[in-house]
């Protein structure tokens, strides 16, 4: 048994810290997501798991691939004190100071007291951080909380494109607007609602027993639609 102490989100690799015969010592080993299916399929682990920092963990002490080191193998996780804490804090007051990290094209969350990265998820329409805002300190929320395996990060204050705000006067307002098509299928029409940036689909609807047909169309045709529902990473229009 060990604990996550440390980990390398480009590298896919944690360090473990544990002890042996009195004494503590450390040894990395691989936590890629390739790594967790294969372990699945052999039915080492049951699901596969994106471990955090304060991750208590078994291993076997192994020896690496290329006979050079002794590597952490077989990870399989069990506890996380740490994560529950902070869930169990969200449920009274779901607020949350960390620092904006990056890794490849992929944005994360380190929370200041635990050091544990969240994945952040942005919404189609909101503004990617800008490179000097990584590493500064941001306020965010923890969402799928009731899957501590599963806990992803949102910003509490969030910037959109100037198209998602003039969507969300539309369909307040319940505006009609002339969508352009640019696909077409045999079962949806796909639209441009606000130029090519906010985009929906009308699909056949099954009511009453009856499923209602698509509107004849060609790519550039327009189609008057209004907003029906609009959040932060879905929209849904229908025909006028």
């Avoid at 980990?7 to 936590?31: M, R, V």
């Avoid at 002490?61 to 990870?75: E, F, N, T």
């Avoid at 804490?85 to 620092?99: M, T």
């Amino acid at each position: 048994m060990g604990k996550i102490t440390f980990i390398n989100h480009d590298k896919a690799y944690a360090t473990i810290e544990y002890e042996h015969n009195g004494k503590k010592k450390t040894i990395s080993g691989n936590i890629s997501e390739k790594e967790q299916l294969k372990l699945k399929q052999e039915k080492i682990i049951k699901k596969v798991h994106q471990f955090h920092v304060g991750d208590e963990v078994s291993f076997v002490i192994a020896l690496s691939g290329r006979g050079d080191k002794m590597i952490a193998d077989c990870l399989q996780f069990h506890f996380n004190n740490a994560l529950d804490n902070l869930i169990n804090k969200s449920l009274v007051e779901n607020r949350f100071v960390g620092y904006l990290k990056k890794v490849d094209e992929d944005y994360f969350v380190k929370e200041t007291g635990s050091y544990i990265f969240f994945p952040l998820i942005l919404s189609p329409w909101e503004k990617r951080p800008r490179e000097d805002n990584l590493n500064e300190p941001v306020f965010f929320k923890l969402e799928n909380t009731d899957k501590p395996d599963k806990v992803t990060a949102v910003l509490f204050k969030s910037e959109y494109i100037p198209e998602y705000m003039y969507a969300m006067q539309c369909f307040k307002k319940k505006t009609v607007i002339d969508a352009m098509v640019y696909k077409v299928t045999p079962h949806g029409i796909f639209l441009n609602v606000v130029d090519n940036k906010i985009q929906a689909k009308i699909t056949t609807d099954k009511k009453g027993g009856t499923i209602s047909s698509l509107p004849v169309a060609q790519i550039g045709d327009k189609i008057k639609v209004i907003i029906t529902y609009l959040g932060t990473s879905k929209i849904i229009i229908e025909r006028v």
